[in-house]
Protein backbone atom coordinates (compact mmCIF):
# COMPACT_ATOMS: atom_id res chain seq x y z
CA UNK A 1 0.00 0.00 0.00
CA UNK A 2 1.16 3.76 -0.44
CA UNK A 3 2.69 5.15 2.23
CA UNK A 4 1.49 7.56 4.44
CA UNK A 5 1.03 10.72 2.48
CA UNK A 6 1.90 10.07 -0.46
CA UNK A 7 -1.96 9.86 -2.12
CA UNK A 8 -2.66 13.50 -0.15
CA UNK A 9 1.03 14.94 -1.94
CA UNK A 10 -0.15 13.02 -5.33
CA UNK A 11 -3.36 15.07 -4.94
CA UNK A 12 -1.49 18.27 -4.47
CA UNK A 13 0.38 18.15 -7.54
CA UNK A 14 -2.44 17.27 -9.46
CA UNK A 15 -4.23 20.05 -8.44
CA UNK A 16 -1.91 22.36 -8.66
CA UNK A 17 -1.53 21.47 -11.99
CA UNK A 18 -4.78 21.76 -12.32
CA UNK A 19 -4.69 24.92 -11.30
CA UNK A 20 -2.32 26.18 -13.79
CA UNK A 21 -4.32 24.59 -16.52
CA UNK A 22 -8.01 26.31 -15.53
CA UNK A 23 -9.41 23.00 -14.49
CA UNK A 24 -9.68 23.90 -10.88
CA UNK A 25 -12.39 24.22 -7.66
CA UNK A 26 -14.71 27.05 -7.10
CA UNK A 27 -14.87 26.37 -10.70
CA UNK A 28 -16.45 23.80 -13.30
CA UNK A 29 -18.77 20.95 -12.64
CA UNK A 30 -16.97 17.89 -13.35
CA UNK A 31 -13.26 18.41 -13.43
CA UNK A 32 -10.30 16.72 -12.17
CA UNK A 33 -10.17 19.05 -9.33
CA UNK A 34 -13.45 18.79 -8.40
CA UNK A 35 -13.06 15.33 -8.25
CA UNK A 36 -10.44 15.40 -5.66
CA UNK A 37 -10.99 15.74 -2.04
CA UNK A 38 -9.93 18.61 -0.51
CA UNK A 39 -10.73 20.56 3.22
CA UNK A 40 -12.72 23.38 3.72
CA UNK A 41 -12.04 25.92 6.52
CA UNK A 42 -15.04 27.19 7.59
CA UNK A 43 -16.37 29.57 10.98
CA UNK A 44 -17.72 32.96 11.73
CA UNK A 45 -15.47 36.28 11.41
CA UNK A 46 -12.82 36.30 14.24
CA UNK A 47 -13.51 32.44 15.18
CA UNK A 48 -10.18 32.31 15.09
CA UNK A 49 -9.86 30.40 11.65
CA UNK A 50 -6.59 32.21 10.69
CA UNK A 51 -4.63 31.01 13.59
CA UNK A 52 -5.56 27.33 13.20
CA UNK A 53 -4.48 27.38 10.08
CA UNK A 54 -0.76 29.03 10.85
CA UNK A 55 -0.87 26.52 13.60
CA UNK A 56 -0.99 23.64 11.33
CA UNK A 57 1.36 25.09 8.62
CA UNK A 58 3.67 26.33 11.43
CA UNK A 59 4.46 29.74 10.38
CA UNK A 60 2.68 33.19 10.92
CA UNK A 61 1.70 34.10 7.35
CA UNK A 62 -1.84 35.19 7.40
CA UNK A 63 -3.56 38.58 7.26
CA UNK A 64 -4.91 39.79 10.55
CA UNK A 65 -7.14 42.60 11.25
CA UNK A 66 -10.78 43.68 12.41
CA UNK A 67 -13.83 42.60 10.66
CA UNK A 68 -13.31 41.01 7.42
CA UNK A 69 -9.65 40.10 6.35
CA UNK A 70 -10.04 37.17 4.21
CA UNK A 71 -12.07 38.30 1.51
CA UNK A 72 -10.72 36.15 -1.37
CA UNK A 73 -11.03 32.14 -1.09
CA UNK A 74 -7.44 30.83 -0.51
CA UNK A 75 -6.34 27.32 -1.55
CA UNK A 76 -3.78 26.09 0.59
CA UNK A 77 -1.22 23.46 -0.44
CA UNK A 78 1.01 22.11 2.23
CA UNK A 79 3.84 19.80 0.63
CA UNK A 80 6.10 18.14 3.03
CA UNK A 81 9.97 18.28 2.21
CA UNK A 82 12.70 16.17 3.69
CA UNK A 83 14.50 19.00 4.70
CA UNK A 84 15.70 22.39 3.40
CA UNK A 85 14.47 25.82 3.76
CA UNK A 86 10.95 26.58 3.99
CA UNK A 87 9.47 28.28 0.87
CA UNK A 88 6.02 29.83 -0.72
CA UNK A 89 4.99 29.68 -3.61
CA UNK A 90 1.80 31.52 -5.12
CA UNK A 91 0.18 30.33 -8.78
CA UNK A 92 -0.29 34.04 -9.68
CA UNK A 93 3.98 34.55 -9.67
CA UNK A 94 4.64 30.75 -10.50
CA UNK A 95 8.75 31.99 -11.03
CA UNK A 96 8.65 33.94 -7.54
CA UNK A 97 9.50 31.79 -4.51
CA UNK A 98 9.19 33.75 -1.02
CA UNK A 99 10.90 32.60 2.07
CA UNK A 100 10.13 35.58 4.02
CA UNK A 101 6.21 34.39 5.16
CA UNK A 102 5.91 38.34 6.51
CA UNK A 103 6.43 38.84 2.41
CA UNK A 104 3.88 36.08 2.07
CA UNK A 105 1.64 37.89 4.07
CA UNK A 106 1.77 41.46 2.00
CA UNK A 107 1.68 39.11 -1.28
CA UNK A 108 -2.05 38.12 0.24
CA UNK A 109 -2.88 40.63 1.10
CA UNK A 110 -2.03 42.73 -1.52
CA UNK A 111 -3.53 39.90 -4.50
CA UNK A 112 -6.61 40.34 -2.25
CA UNK A 113 -6.83 43.84 -3.19
CA UNK A 114 -5.86 43.83 -7.14
CA UNK A 115 -9.13 41.81 -7.53
CA UNK A 116 -11.28 43.27 -4.72
CA UNK A 117 -9.53 46.82 -4.37
CA UNK A 118 -8.97 48.49 -1.03
CA UNK A 119 -12.36 47.93 0.15
CA UNK A 120 -14.58 44.90 2.35
CA UNK A 121 -15.77 43.87 -1.03
CA UNK A 122 -15.31 40.31 -1.57
CA UNK A 123 -14.46 38.01 -4.43
CA UNK A 124 -14.80 33.88 -5.08
CA UNK A 125 -11.61 34.18 -7.54
CA UNK A 126 -9.37 32.02 -5.48
CA UNK A 127 -6.00 32.37 -4.67
CA UNK A 128 -3.16 29.61 -4.73
CA UNK A 129 -0.47 29.45 -2.10
CA UNK A 130 2.12 26.37 -2.09
CA UNK A 131 4.18 25.61 0.51
CA UNK A 132 7.22 23.69 1.27
CA UNK A 133 8.18 22.61 4.44
CA UNK A 134 9.41 19.81 6.38
CA UNK A 135 7.15 21.00 9.25
CA UNK A 136 3.78 20.37 7.79
CA UNK A 137 2.04 17.19 6.46
CA UNK A 138 0.63 16.93 2.98
CA UNK A 139 -2.96 18.42 3.44
CA UNK A 140 -5.22 20.81 0.79
CA UNK A 141 -7.05 23.57 2.87
CA UNK A 142 -9.13 26.10 1.52
CA UNK A 143 -9.40 29.02 4.05
CA UNK A 144 -13.01 30.84 3.33
CA UNK A 145 -14.26 34.01 4.36
CA UNK A 146 -15.48 34.32 8.02
CA UNK A 147 -19.33 34.36 7.78
CA UNK A 148 -20.96 37.28 9.21
CA UNK A 149 -24.41 38.07 10.15
CA UNK A 150 -24.43 42.09 9.21
CA UNK A 151 -23.12 44.15 6.60
CA UNK A 152 -20.89 46.82 8.30
CA UNK A 153 -19.57 50.49 7.38
CA UNK A 154 -18.32 49.73 3.46
CA UNK A 155 -19.80 46.80 2.78
CA UNK A 156 -22.84 45.93 0.53
CA UNK A 157 -26.22 45.11 2.19
CA UNK A 158 -26.08 41.43 0.52
CA UNK A 159 -22.29 40.60 1.55
CA UNK A 160 -23.55 38.50 4.41
CA UNK A 161 -25.61 36.11 1.23
CA UNK A 162 -23.05 36.42 -0.65
CA UNK A 163 -20.60 34.93 1.71
CA UNK A 164 -22.90 32.23 2.84
CA UNK A 165 -23.55 31.38 -1.06
CA UNK A 166 -19.54 31.20 -1.78
CA UNK A 167 -18.88 29.20 1.47
CA UNK A 168 -21.84 26.61 0.08
CA UNK A 169 -20.20 26.58 -3.50
CA UNK A 170 -17.81 24.51 -1.82
CA UNK A 171 -19.09 22.50 1.10
CA UNK A 172 -21.48 21.79 -1.28
CA UNK A 173 -19.96 19.36 -3.06
CA UNK A 174 -19.54 15.62 -1.73
CA UNK A 175 -15.90 15.59 -2.21
CA UNK A 176 -15.68 18.29 0.21
CA UNK A 177 -14.05 17.99 4.36
CA UNK A 178 -15.42 20.51 6.12
CA UNK A 179 -13.55 22.23 9.08
CA UNK A 180 -15.81 23.70 10.97
CA UNK A 181 -14.04 26.28 13.35
CA UNK A 182 -16.20 27.58 16.45
CA UNK A 183 -14.75 29.95 19.93
CA UNK A 184 -15.34 28.11 22.62
CA UNK A 185 -15.93 30.98 24.34
CA UNK A 186 -19.89 31.20 23.02
CA UNK A 187 -22.11 28.93 22.59
CA UNK A 188 -22.13 25.97 20.44
CA UNK A 189 -25.63 26.33 19.55
CA UNK A 190 -25.20 29.73 17.64
CA UNK A 191 -22.00 28.75 16.18
CA UNK A 192 -21.88 29.56 12.27
CA UNK A 193 -19.92 27.08 11.24
CA UNK A 194 -21.93 23.94 12.70
CA UNK A 195 -24.95 25.72 11.64
CA UNK A 196 -23.93 25.34 7.89
CA UNK A 197 -22.06 22.18 8.37
CA UNK A 198 -25.27 20.53 9.34
CA UNK A 199 -27.55 22.32 6.42
CA UNK A 200 -25.02 20.68 4.27
CA UNK A 201 -23.85 17.45 5.74
CA UNK A 202 -26.64 16.37 8.05
CA UNK A 203 -25.36 13.18 9.29
CA UNK A 204 -21.48 14.33 9.43
CA UNK A 205 -19.76 12.09 7.56
CA UNK A 206 -17.95 15.14 6.31
CA UNK A 207 -17.36 17.32 9.45
CA UNK A 208 -14.94 17.73 11.71
CA UNK A 209 -15.55 20.01 14.49
CA UNK A 210 -12.28 22.89 15.81
CA UNK A 211 -12.90 24.64 19.07
CA UNK A 212 -10.61 27.62 19.20
CA UNK A 213 -9.71 30.19 22.00
CA UNK A 214 -10.32 27.11 25.01
CA UNK A 215 -8.02 29.70 27.25
CA UNK A 216 -10.82 32.14 26.99
CA UNK A 217 -13.23 30.81 28.38
CA UNK A 218 -14.49 32.25 31.75
CA UNK A 219 -13.19 30.64 35.20
CA UNK A 220 -15.21 27.11 35.79
CA UNK A 221 -16.15 26.65 32.76
CA UNK A 222 -15.08 24.19 30.03
CA UNK A 223 -16.14 22.58 26.80
CA UNK A 224 -15.15 18.83 27.98
CA UNK A 225 -19.06 18.01 26.86
CA UNK A 226 -19.02 19.39 23.41
CA UNK A 227 -15.02 18.34 22.44
CA UNK A 228 -16.71 14.39 24.00
CA UNK A 229 -19.29 15.09 21.70
CA UNK A 230 -21.95 15.01 23.97
CA UNK A 231 -23.69 18.26 23.67
CA UNK A 232 -23.20 18.57 19.89
CA UNK A 233 -22.09 14.99 18.17
CA UNK A 234 -20.37 14.41 15.00
CA UNK A 235 -18.83 10.99 13.12
CA UNK A 236 -15.13 12.25 14.06
CA UNK A 237 -13.98 13.67 16.96
CA UNK A 238 -13.68 17.25 18.06
CA UNK A 239 -10.19 19.11 18.35
CA UNK A 240 -9.42 21.71 20.60
CA UNK A 241 -6.87 24.48 20.00
CA UNK A 242 -5.06 27.25 21.45
CA UNK A 243 -4.76 30.17 19.66
CA UNK A 244 -1.80 32.30 20.36
CA UNK A 245 -2.39 34.94 22.73
CA UNK A 246 -2.35 38.82 21.18
CA UNK A 247 0.90 39.39 23.22
CA UNK A 248 2.62 36.06 21.65
CA UNK A 249 1.65 38.19 18.40
CA UNK A 250 2.79 41.19 19.21
CA UNK A 251 6.21 39.73 20.56
CA UNK A 252 6.73 37.60 17.44
CA UNK A 253 6.24 33.93 19.35
CA UNK A 254 7.16 31.82 16.63
CA UNK A 255 4.24 28.91 15.40
CA UNK A 256 7.03 26.13 16.52
CA UNK A 257 7.56 27.59 20.42
CA UNK A 258 3.35 28.30 19.96
CA UNK A 259 3.07 24.56 19.16
CA UNK A 260 4.50 23.61 22.00
CA UNK A 261 3.12 26.00 24.28
CA UNK A 262 -0.20 24.83 23.52
CA UNK A 263 0.58 21.07 24.02
CA UNK A 264 2.43 22.08 27.43
CA UNK A 265 -1.28 24.37 28.56
CA UNK A 266 -3.35 20.77 27.59
CA UNK A 267 -0.51 18.29 28.97
CA UNK A 268 -1.16 20.31 32.52
CA UNK A 269 -4.92 21.56 32.35
CA UNK A 270 -7.03 19.54 34.88
CA UNK A 271 -9.89 20.02 32.20
CA UNK A 272 -8.20 18.53 29.28
CA UNK A 273 -5.74 16.55 30.45
CA UNK A 274 -7.28 13.26 29.76
CA UNK A 275 -8.08 14.42 26.21
CA UNK A 276 -4.59 15.91 25.82
CA UNK A 277 -3.11 13.54 23.09
CA UNK A 278 -6.69 14.19 20.88
CA UNK A 279 -5.76 18.19 21.02
CA UNK A 280 -3.78 20.93 19.21
CA UNK A 281 -3.07 21.87 15.93
CA UNK A 282 -0.30 19.39 15.45
CA UNK A 283 -2.87 16.92 15.98
CA UNK A 284 -5.39 18.17 14.20
CA UNK A 285 -2.84 18.55 10.88
CA UNK A 286 -2.36 14.65 11.44
CA UNK A 287 -6.12 13.64 12.01
CA UNK A 288 -7.18 15.44 8.81
CA UNK A 289 -4.15 14.17 6.48
CA UNK A 290 -5.22 10.96 7.84
CA UNK A 291 -8.68 10.98 7.09
CA UNK A 292 -7.88 12.88 3.77
CA UNK A 293 -6.13 9.81 2.67
CA UNK A 294 -8.70 7.25 3.61
CA UNK A 295 -11.21 9.60 1.75
CA UNK A 296 -8.90 9.49 -1.39
CA UNK A 297 -8.08 6.07 -1.43
CA UNK A 298 -11.76 5.34 -1.22
CA UNK A 299 -12.75 7.38 -4.03
CA UNK A 300 -10.27 6.27 -6.53
CA UNK A 301 -12.27 3.79 -8.83
CA UNK A 302 -14.58 6.89 -8.83
CA UNK A 303 -11.84 9.59 -9.46
CA UNK A 304 -10.39 6.95 -11.86
CA UNK A 305 -13.50 6.55 -13.68
CA UNK A 306 -14.30 10.19 -14.08
CA UNK A 307 -10.46 10.59 -15.39
CA UNK A 308 -11.49 8.02 -18.46
CA UNK A 309 -14.64 9.30 -19.49
CA UNK A 310 -12.97 13.39 -19.07
CA UNK A 311 -10.17 11.37 -21.60
CA UNK A 312 -12.29 10.41 -23.87
CA UNK A 313 -14.04 12.95 -24.20
CA UNK A 314 -10.95 15.46 -24.77
CA UNK A 315 -9.74 12.88 -27.16
CA UNK A 316 -13.22 13.22 -29.45
CA UNK A 317 -12.97 17.09 -28.91
CA UNK A 318 -9.30 17.16 -30.09
CA UNK A 319 -10.41 14.57 -33.26
CA UNK A 320 -13.06 17.51 -33.99
CA UNK A 321 -10.53 20.49 -33.80
CA UNK A 322 -7.55 18.19 -36.04
CA UNK A 323 -4.65 17.12 -34.14
CA UNK A 324 -1.31 19.18 -34.06
CA UNK A 325 0.70 19.17 -36.98
CA UNK A 326 4.56 17.59 -37.40
CA UNK A 327 7.17 20.58 -37.98
CA UNK A 328 8.60 19.15 -40.38
CA UNK A 329 8.09 20.01 -44.23
CA UNK A 330 6.99 16.81 -44.90
CA UNK A 331 3.96 16.42 -42.17
CA UNK A 332 2.53 19.94 -43.45
CA UNK A 333 3.02 18.87 -46.87
CA UNK A 334 0.73 15.65 -46.05
CA UNK A 335 -1.37 17.95 -44.46
CA UNK A 336 -2.20 20.11 -47.38
CA UNK A 337 -2.47 17.07 -49.25
CA UNK A 338 -4.74 15.66 -46.97
CA UNK A 339 -7.06 18.47 -46.54
CA UNK A 340 -7.27 19.28 -50.45
CA UNK A 341 -8.39 15.36 -50.90
CA UNK A 342 -11.04 15.64 -47.79
CA UNK A 343 -11.92 18.77 -50.35
CA UNK A 344 -12.25 17.05 -53.06
CA UNK A 345 -14.39 14.21 -51.70
CA UNK A 346 -16.79 16.71 -50.56
CA UNK A 347 -17.02 18.78 -53.73
CA UNK A 348 -17.72 14.92 -55.88
CA UNK A 349 -20.16 14.37 -53.17
CA UNK A 350 -22.06 17.65 -54.00
CA UNK A 351 -21.38 16.79 -58.14
CA UNK A 352 -22.70 13.01 -57.82
CA UNK A 353 -25.58 13.82 -55.77
CA UNK A 354 -24.73 12.52 -52.22
CA UNK A 355 -25.16 16.28 -51.40
CA UNK A 356 -27.49 18.81 -52.64
CA UNK A 357 -26.29 21.29 -55.30
CA UNK A 358 -25.34 19.23 -58.44
CA UNK A 359 -28.62 19.17 -59.79
CA UNK A 360 -28.33 22.47 -60.44
CA UNK A 361 -26.20 21.66 -63.54
CA UNK A 362 -29.12 19.19 -64.66
CA UNK A 363 -31.39 22.58 -64.27
CA UNK A 364 -29.56 24.37 -66.75
CA UNK A 365 -29.19 22.03 -69.48
CA UNK A 366 -33.02 21.04 -68.68
CA UNK A 367 -34.80 24.22 -68.13
CA UNK A 368 -32.31 27.48 -68.89
CA UNK A 369 -31.21 26.04 -72.23
CA UNK A 370 -34.69 24.78 -73.78
CA UNK A 371 -36.16 28.64 -72.10
CA UNK A 372 -33.01 30.48 -74.21
CA UNK A 373 -32.93 28.46 -77.12
CA UNK A 374 -36.95 29.29 -77.56
CA UNK A 375 -36.73 33.11 -76.79
CA UNK A 376 -34.50 33.38 -80.10
CA UNK A 377 -35.79 35.39 -82.62
CA UNK A 378 -36.22 33.49 -85.15
CA UNK A 379 -39.83 34.78 -85.99
CA UNK A 380 -38.74 38.41 -86.83
CA UNK A 381 -35.77 37.00 -88.41
CA UNK A 382 -37.54 34.63 -90.72
CA UNK A 383 -40.06 37.16 -91.38
CA UNK A 384 -41.47 37.21 -95.42
CA UNK A 385 -39.65 41.39 -95.39
CA UNK A 386 -36.63 40.12 -94.29
CA UNK A 387 -36.74 37.01 -96.43
CA UNK A 388 -37.37 39.23 -99.37
CA UNK A 389 -34.44 41.29 -97.86
CA UNK A 390 -31.87 38.65 -97.70
CA UNK A 391 -32.66 36.65 -100.92
CA UNK A 392 -32.80 40.09 -103.02
CA UNK A 393 -29.09 40.82 -101.36
CA UNK A 394 -28.35 37.42 -102.33
CA UNK A 395 -29.32 37.74 -105.96
CA UNK A 396 -27.18 40.80 -106.78
CA UNK A 397 -28.16 41.98 -110.30
CA UNK A 398 -29.09 38.87 -111.48
CA UNK A 399 -32.19 36.99 -109.98
CA UNK A 400 -31.57 33.20 -108.89
CA UNK A 401 -33.01 30.95 -111.40
CA UNK A 402 -34.34 28.13 -109.57
CA UNK A 403 -33.64 28.27 -106.28
CA UNK A 404 -32.39 31.13 -104.25
CA UNK A 405 -29.28 29.23 -102.40
CA UNK A 406 -26.95 31.97 -101.63
CA UNK A 407 -30.08 33.44 -99.94
CA UNK A 408 -30.58 30.12 -98.14
CA UNK A 409 -27.27 29.83 -97.29
CA UNK A 410 -27.17 34.16 -96.13
CA UNK A 411 -30.09 32.68 -93.82
CA UNK A 412 -28.99 30.17 -92.40
CA UNK A 413 -25.57 31.14 -91.49
CA UNK A 414 -27.30 34.45 -89.95
CA UNK A 415 -30.05 32.21 -87.82
CA UNK A 416 -27.52 29.79 -87.03
CA UNK A 417 -25.14 32.46 -85.36
CA UNK A 418 -27.94 32.96 -82.59
CA UNK A 419 -27.12 29.86 -81.01
CA UNK A 420 -24.19 31.41 -79.82
CA UNK A 421 -25.85 32.95 -77.19
CA UNK A 422 -27.43 30.40 -75.59
CA UNK A 423 -24.28 28.10 -75.87
CA UNK A 424 -22.11 30.50 -73.95
CA UNK A 425 -25.15 31.57 -71.55
CA UNK A 426 -24.81 27.63 -70.64
CA UNK A 427 -21.15 27.37 -70.07
CA UNK A 428 -21.37 30.32 -67.66
CA UNK A 429 -24.10 29.28 -65.91
CA UNK A 430 -22.90 25.83 -64.96
CA UNK A 431 -19.64 27.39 -63.99
CA UNK A 432 -21.24 29.66 -61.40
CA UNK A 433 -22.37 26.51 -60.04
CA UNK A 434 -19.46 25.29 -60.05
CA UNK A 435 -18.23 27.79 -58.15
CA UNK A 436 -21.17 27.73 -55.71
CA UNK A 437 -20.05 24.47 -55.10
CA UNK A 438 -15.96 24.99 -54.06
CA UNK A 439 -18.01 27.42 -52.03
CA UNK A 440 -20.36 25.22 -50.25
CA UNK A 441 -17.85 22.26 -50.60
CA UNK A 442 -14.82 24.48 -48.44
CA UNK A 443 -17.23 25.03 -45.64
CA UNK A 444 -18.46 21.74 -45.21
CA UNK A 445 -15.49 20.55 -44.99
CA UNK A 446 -14.32 20.39 -41.54
CA UNK A 447 -10.97 19.31 -41.83
CA UNK A 448 -10.22 22.34 -43.50
CA UNK A 449 -12.07 24.94 -40.74
CA UNK A 450 -8.83 25.14 -38.77
CA UNK A 451 -7.03 26.66 -41.62
CA UNK A 452 -8.38 29.73 -42.71
CA UNK A 453 -5.65 30.47 -45.07
CA UNK A 454 -5.62 26.86 -47.14
CA UNK A 455 -9.15 27.95 -47.46
CA UNK A 456 -8.03 30.58 -49.51
CA UNK A 457 -5.46 28.89 -51.18
CA UNK A 458 -7.67 26.08 -51.93
CA UNK A 459 -10.44 28.28 -53.05
CA UNK A 460 -8.64 30.23 -55.26
CA UNK A 461 -6.69 27.30 -57.18
CA UNK A 462 -10.05 26.11 -57.93
CA UNK A 463 -11.79 28.71 -59.09
CA UNK A 464 -8.74 29.60 -61.70
CA UNK A 465 -8.97 25.84 -62.59
CA UNK A 466 -12.74 26.28 -62.91
CA UNK A 467 -11.84 29.97 -65.02
CA UNK A 468 -9.61 27.86 -67.78
CA UNK A 469 -12.51 24.99 -67.83
CA UNK A 470 -15.31 27.44 -68.31
CA UNK A 471 -12.97 28.80 -71.42
CA UNK A 472 -12.52 25.29 -72.78
CA UNK A 473 -16.45 24.72 -72.34
CA UNK A 474 -16.54 28.11 -74.44
CA UNK A 475 -14.76 27.51 -77.01
CA UNK A 476 -15.66 24.45 -77.37
CA UNK A 477 -19.70 25.38 -77.65
CA UNK A 478 -18.98 27.97 -80.10
CA UNK A 479 -16.65 25.25 -82.10
CA UNK A 480 -20.05 23.55 -82.28
CA UNK A 481 -22.62 26.01 -83.65
CA UNK A 482 -19.30 27.00 -85.89
CA UNK A 483 -19.49 23.29 -87.47
CA UNK A 484 -23.34 23.41 -88.28
CA UNK A 485 -22.73 26.56 -89.88
CA UNK A 486 -19.86 25.58 -92.03
CA UNK A 487 -21.31 22.56 -93.59
CA UNK A 488 -25.11 22.07 -94.04
CA UNK A 489 -26.98 19.42 -94.24
CA UNK A 490 -27.61 18.78 -97.78
CA UNK A 491 -29.84 15.41 -97.70
CA UNK A 492 -32.19 17.94 -95.71
CA UNK A 493 -32.53 20.19 -98.73
CA UNK A 494 -32.74 17.00 -101.43
CA UNK A 495 -35.99 15.90 -99.20
CA UNK A 496 -37.98 19.50 -99.90
CA UNK A 497 -40.85 19.54 -101.93
CA UNK A 498 -40.28 21.01 -105.33
CA UNK A 499 -42.95 21.25 -107.07
CA UNK A 500 -44.44 24.65 -107.55
CA UNK A 501 -46.78 26.89 -105.54
CA UNK A 502 -50.05 25.64 -106.65
CA UNK A 503 -52.01 28.66 -108.73
CA UNK A 504 -48.40 29.99 -109.85
CA UNK A 505 -47.51 31.35 -113.21
CA UNK A 506 -44.44 29.47 -114.15
CA UNK A 507 -44.10 31.63 -117.27
CA UNK A 508 -43.66 34.80 -114.89
CA UNK A 509 -40.42 36.94 -115.59
CA UNK A 510 -37.28 36.12 -112.82
CA UNK A 511 -38.49 38.90 -110.81
CA UNK A 512 -41.71 38.14 -110.08
CA UNK A 513 -40.33 34.88 -108.04
CA UNK A 514 -40.01 37.04 -105.22
CA UNK A 515 -43.52 36.95 -104.66
CA UNK A 516 -44.95 36.31 -101.05
CA UNK A 517 -45.94 32.49 -101.03
CA UNK A 518 -42.13 32.24 -102.54
CA UNK A 519 -40.93 33.58 -99.86
CA UNK A 520 -43.01 31.99 -97.48
CA UNK A 521 -41.73 28.71 -98.24
CA UNK A 522 -38.08 29.99 -98.70
CA UNK A 523 -38.76 30.73 -94.83
CA UNK A 524 -40.23 27.65 -93.95
CA UNK A 525 -37.96 25.93 -95.27
CA UNK A 526 -34.88 27.19 -93.26
CA UNK A 527 -36.79 27.20 -90.07
CA UNK A 528 -37.45 23.60 -90.36
CA UNK A 529 -33.39 23.45 -90.75
CA UNK A 530 -32.94 25.56 -88.05
CA UNK A 531 -35.27 23.25 -85.69
CA UNK A 532 -33.06 20.51 -87.05
CA UNK A 533 -30.03 22.20 -85.61
CA UNK A 534 -31.65 23.28 -82.77
CA UNK A 535 -32.44 19.94 -81.47
CA UNK A 536 -29.08 18.77 -82.25
CA UNK A 537 -27.49 21.51 -80.50
CA UNK A 538 -29.84 21.09 -77.52
CA UNK A 539 -28.39 17.50 -76.70
CA UNK A 540 -24.45 18.50 -78.06
CA UNK A 541 -24.47 21.61 -75.56
CA UNK A 542 -24.73 19.58 -72.89
CA UNK A 543 -22.19 17.32 -73.48
CA UNK A 544 -19.54 19.57 -74.46
CA UNK A 545 -20.14 21.60 -71.04
CA UNK A 546 -20.17 18.43 -69.32
CA UNK A 547 -17.19 16.63 -70.86
CA UNK A 548 -15.04 20.11 -70.49
CA UNK A 549 -16.49 21.84 -67.38
CA UNK A 550 -18.28 19.20 -65.16
CA UNK A 551 -15.76 16.11 -65.74
CA UNK A 552 -12.67 18.05 -65.76
CA UNK A 553 -13.55 19.34 -62.44
CA UNK A 554 -13.81 15.96 -60.91
CA UNK A 555 -10.67 14.87 -62.33
CA UNK A 556 -8.49 17.54 -62.34
CA UNK A 557 -9.53 20.27 -60.16
CA UNK A 558 -6.78 21.27 -57.72
CA UNK A 559 -3.90 19.25 -60.24
CA UNK A 560 -2.45 22.50 -61.11
CA UNK A 561 -2.04 23.59 -56.92
CA UNK A 562 -0.56 19.83 -56.03
CA UNK A 563 2.29 20.86 -58.46
CA UNK A 564 2.44 24.02 -56.79
CA UNK A 565 2.48 23.21 -53.11
CA UNK A 566 4.94 20.45 -53.75
CA UNK A 567 7.62 22.51 -54.60
CA UNK A 568 7.23 25.07 -51.82
CA UNK A 569 9.49 25.36 -49.15
CA UNK A 570 9.11 24.75 -45.44
CA UNK A 571 8.51 28.63 -44.24
CA UNK A 572 5.44 28.74 -47.25
CA UNK A 573 3.92 25.13 -46.15
CA UNK A 574 4.07 26.83 -42.59
CA UNK A 575 1.90 30.07 -43.97
CA UNK A 576 -0.79 27.81 -45.73
CA UNK A 577 -1.35 26.14 -42.43
CA UNK A 578 -1.48 29.23 -40.56
CA UNK A 579 -4.32 28.42 -37.36
CA UNK A 580 -7.06 30.56 -36.36
CA UNK A 581 -4.99 32.03 -32.91
CA UNK A 582 -8.50 31.41 -31.09
CA UNK A 583 -8.65 27.50 -32.30
CA UNK A 584 -4.40 27.06 -31.34
CA UNK A 585 -4.98 28.32 -27.77
CA UNK A 586 -7.96 25.87 -27.53
CA UNK A 587 -6.03 22.44 -28.66
CA UNK A 588 -3.19 23.44 -26.58
CA UNK A 589 -5.28 23.56 -23.48
CA UNK A 590 -6.76 20.01 -24.60
CA UNK A 591 -3.22 18.85 -25.04
CA UNK A 592 -2.24 20.05 -22.07
CA UNK A 593 -5.39 18.84 -20.11
CA UNK A 594 -5.25 15.84 -21.80
CA UNK A 595 -1.57 14.94 -20.50
CA UNK A 596 -2.31 16.02 -17.24
CA UNK A 597 -5.45 13.52 -17.01
CA UNK A 598 -3.63 10.88 -18.27
CA UNK A 599 -0.52 11.42 -16.19
CA UNK A 600 -3.15 12.08 -13.03
CA UNK A 601 -4.04 8.66 -14.16
CA UNK A 602 -1.14 6.84 -13.89
CA UNK A 603 0.09 8.34 -10.93
CA UNK A 604 -2.97 7.81 -8.75
CA UNK A 605 -2.84 4.18 -10.40
CA UNK A 606 1.03 3.62 -9.53
CA UNK A 607 0.68 5.33 -5.85
CA UNK A 608 -2.51 3.72 -4.75
CA UNK A 609 -1.52 0.36 -4.53
CA UNK A 610 1.92 0.06 -3.95
Not at 290 to 297: P, T
Not at 405 to 424: K, N, T, V
Not at 494 to 515: C, F, H, M, S, V
Request: proline share 4%; with cysteine.
Amino acid sequence: MATMGSLIGLVNRIQRACTVLGDHGGGSEGSLWEALPSVAVVGGQSSGKSSVLESIVGRDFLPRGSGIVTRRPLVLQLHKTDGGQEYAEFLHAPRKRFTDFAAVRKEIADETDRITGKTKAISNVPIHLSIYSPHVVNLTLIDLPGLTKVAVEGQQESIVQDIENMVRSYVDKPNCIILAISPANQDIATSDAIKLARDVDPPGDRTFGVLTKLDLMDKGTNAVDVLEGRQYRLQHPWVGIVNRSQADINRNVDMLAARRKEKEYFESSPDYGHLAHKMGAEYLAKLLSQHLEAVIRAKIPSIIAMINKTIDEIEAELDRLGRPIGGDAGAQLYTILDMCRAFDRVFKEHLDGGRPGGDRIYGVFDHQLPAALKKLPFDKHLSLQNVRKVISEADGYQPHLIAPEQGYRRLIDSSLHYFRGPAEASVDAVHLVLKELVRRSIAATEELKRFPTLQTDIAAAANESLERFREDGRKTVIRLVEMEASYLTVEFFRKLPTEPDKGANNNTPANDRYQDNHLRRIGSNVSSYINMVCETLRNTIPKAVVHCQVKEAKRNLLNRFYAHVGSKEKKQLSAMLDEDPALMEKRDALVKRLELYKSARNEIDSVAWK
